[in-house]
């Protein structure tokens, strides 16, 4: 800290991951900001970053102050850690937070209940949210801002301004987290943004699921198993086995499909599908079989025992959906009173 018009916070010794915002040379590597094919020159001006701060407001308690860049009159805000913090422990679970927070393959998110009203938010995984009211007009009525994620929520650089179904404009600020890593809308009790329930996820989305076979685990694991002791019995091959298990989307119809690619001798493959819905249930989601999709199929079903009673035992209740965050479940675990397994969203 120096003394200037006032006092100032400078960063006078020089550090690679700090100057790079204030340092007028051109910016070089794999991250160099690119117009179209062409490197960008940023000779003389760099980022457009700043090194000396003046201070302009301390809080109360004395945990935070906003800092105002002296050239580029950038404001920052520093927030005091616990002298205890494990500081590599507190990046390390601030990362897993900001990279499990979103995901591609779930963009399309809900907030529910803003002053009564639902809204569709999408892009938050690229960390431009984009926002319009569910009962309004997603051309006219979508209004997009920049966040940052923090280790208390996200939050924007200015008031966001959106739009409800009628036209009237709504600020909001922040978003904090739950515990299951929804965010509750600050100064809006009860505003909530997720991607919903199981059933809403799945179908605003219309992502082929990966089943993880081998996260099978208590009587599940027991009746796959019977299934392919199955297999191998009736092809006589000791190596056929269930190469790929999904839930996939059907595009004629846009409903799901689970289908099963078994190896069933050295050279030959069968692929049966069956139709099958989602439904919320008890918390959670229930999956109800449907008609085999083809002839083929059809015979399958009929001919392989085991695999009907898995059918029955994955439909037999509602399975308990855990996932790292409720605004990005790629990675599902579905656990009922019979085991659990993993689905990951593709």
Not at 41 to 65: A, C, I, K, P, R
Not at 175 to 187: C, M
Not at 257 to 275: D, H, P, Q
Request: charged residues 25%; glycine residues 8%; aromatic residues 10%.
């Amino acid at each position: 800290m120096i003394a200037d018009n006032g006092p100032v916070i400078t960063f006078n010794s020089y550090n690679n991951l700090f100057h790079i915002f204030s340092d007028p040379a051109n910016i070089t590597g794999p991250n160099a900001p690119v117009n179209g094919e062409y490197d960008i020159d940023e000779t003389g001006y760099g980022h457009d970053g700043d090194y000396e701060f003046q201070v302009l407001e301390v809080s109360e308690d004395g945990n935070s102050m906003r800092l105002l860049g002296k050239k580029k009159l950038h404001h920052i805000y520093m927030r005091r850690l616990p002298a205890d913090t494990d500081i590599k422990k507190y990046m390390d679970d601030y990362k897993a937070v900001e990279q499990g927070l979103f995901c591609k393959e779930i963009p399309n998110l809900m907030l529910k209940n803003l002053n009564g009203e639902d809204y569709v938010v999408s892009g938050c995984e690229t960390g431009i949210m984009s926002i319009y009211p569910a009962a309004g007009d997603a051309v006219d009525q979508t209004r997009s801002a920049n966040f940052i994620v923090t280790d208390k929520g996200i939050r924007f650089m200015d008031p966001f301004k959106i739009v409800n179904a009628a036209d009237e404009e709504i600020e909001i600020e922040e978003f904090t987290f739950n515990d299951d890593y929804s965010l509750a809308l600050a100064g809006h009790e009860g505003a909530v943004l997720s991607a919903g329930t199981p059933q809403e996820y799945i179908y605003n989305n219309l992502r082929n699921w990966k089943v993880d076979t081998k996260s099978f685990d208590g009587t599940l694991k027991t009746q796959f198993d019977s299934f392919i002791t199955e297999l191998r019995t009736l092809y006589g091959y000791k190596s056929a086995n269930v190469n790929e298990m999904s839930f996939d989307v059907d595009q004629t119809s846009k409903s799901y499909v689970l289908r099963l690619k078994m190896k069933i001798s050295a050279n030959g493959y069968e692929t049966n599908k069956f139709f099958i819905t989602f439904s919320d249930a008890d918390g959670g989601v229930k999956i109800t079989f449907g008609e085999p999709v083809d002839s083929g199929s059809a015979l399958g079903l009929n001919a392989y025992q085991e695999l009907r009673k898995l059918f029955e035992m994955l439909g037999s209740s509602a399975m308990k959906c855990e996932t790292f965050s409720a605004c990005g479940p790629k990675a599902v675990t579905l656990v009922s009173g019979n085991g659990s397994m993993q689905i990951t969203a593709l």
